[in-house]
């Protein structure tokens, strides 16, 4: 009984929290976001509206990406038979799985080939395609711009790319990248600890001593 | 005259929004940097303090990363001389290049290899090494820090990437990704235009005609 209490009044100051944020003119401080963001594993039923998608789609747009090719594609789905379809390329025991089930949305995110890092489809560098790099960059302000509409994401990798690819019809000049669920957390995420920015940040060298 | 004029008139009302912007205790608003954010390629001798710095790799730390791998590593060259000779690595057509001398500091991004996406250094899923796509999550939380501080970036990725590893020492384990020239803009950035929503976000299904 009390742990269920405790619950619902952690629920309640992260609802207050999240629909603070959604007030419109509140302003949705940038480093608020990066640092509050996490991953969400678990999902409310309620839909996310039209007008609110168009808007994490809105930030997702204004990426950057190798010169303005714009190589990422999104297709949303909602529909529970190719819902479940996608859940049977993702191992039960992935953290994620649950979440992928219980959100109203499924956004799949892919990558034209041969566009970002090419040149008349060549790749200009020993990197091949960038379309790995480029939509990083499009799914790091998705990511944010959903946390700051107070919805949930977490990013997923591990999945049967080839089969997801055949389920969603992707053409062969397109690829799928990652995933995520999207909806309204139904609890918080964890918060997960980093590195300290002297164990990633170099002066002038890469350090020797550097082992990990 | 008139268009020197003019010239000071608009790099004022950019200083001036740069530096309300970077005013203690004012909301740096998400969307806001989002879509203000632009490839910067001119830029003022000014150097970057330690504690601004400090704050745009904090913003980078916080990026989320396959299983909280946090592969990136970055390196910071202020060295004229280590900047000419990397400067060495990029086509002087590169519409960068200029920038990557003009800027006080060069951050060179690079991922550790077969950790992301990667168990026990053996790739998880058929996309192999999931670094490029972690750096570009990272990528994106520095570009946007950096700019809500009233710094500028350009992501470079068009390099000879074996020379800048070799002339920073970087092992063998880990490789460079991209760069960017950081520092105070000397001009605005061009705003490049974007797809419609409607150009690469899809429902249920990929669709057939797209043709892009």
Redesign the interface.
């Given at each position: 009984m009390v742990s269920s209490l405790s619950c619902a009044v952690a629920l309640q100051i992260m609802n207050y929290r999240i629909n603070s944020n959604k007030k419109e003119g509140t302003?949705?401080?940038?480093?608020e976001?990066?640092?509050g963001?996490r991953?969400i594993r678990q999902y409310r039923l309620d839909p996310v509206p039209d007008e609110v998608l168009?808007?994490v789609?809105?930030?997702l747009?204004?990426?950057?990406s190798?010169a303005?090719t714009?190589c990422?594609?999104?297709?949303?789905?909602?529909?529970p038979h190719?819902k479940s379809e996608i859940l049977g390329t993702v191992l039960e025991s992935n953290p994620s799985h649950s979440a992928m089930a219980e959100a109203p949305i499924l956004v799949v995110l892919?990558g034209?080939k041969a566009v970002s890092?090419c040149y008349r489809g060549k790749p200009?560098?020993?990197?091949g395609d960038?379309l790995?790099?480029?939509?990083?960059?499009?799914?790091?302000?998705f990511?944010?711009?959903a946390y700051?509409l107070g919805l949930g994401t977490v990013?997923v990798?591990?999945?049967d790319?080839?089969r997801v690819e055949e389920i969603?019809?992707?053409?062969e000049n397109?690829e799928v990248?990652?995933m995520t669920p999207l909806g309204y957390p139904a609890a918080a995420g964890i918060k997960?600890?980093?590195?300290e920015?002297s164990e990633?940040?170099?002066?002038?060298?890469?350090p020797?001593e550097?082992k990990?």
């Open positions: 302003c949705v401080e940038l480093m976001v990066i640092k963001r991953s168009q808007k789609f809105e930030g747009r204004w990426a950057p190798w303005n714009q990422w594609k999104v297709i949303v789905v909602r529909d190719v892919c034209e890092g200009l560098t020993a990197k960038w790995m790099f480029d939509t990083g960059l499009a799914m790091q302000n990511c944010l711009t700051s990013i990798g591990f999945f790319h080839k969603l019809g992707v053409p397109v990248v990652a997960t600890k980093r590195k920015i990633f940040a170099f002066q002038e060298k890469y020797k550097d990990s």
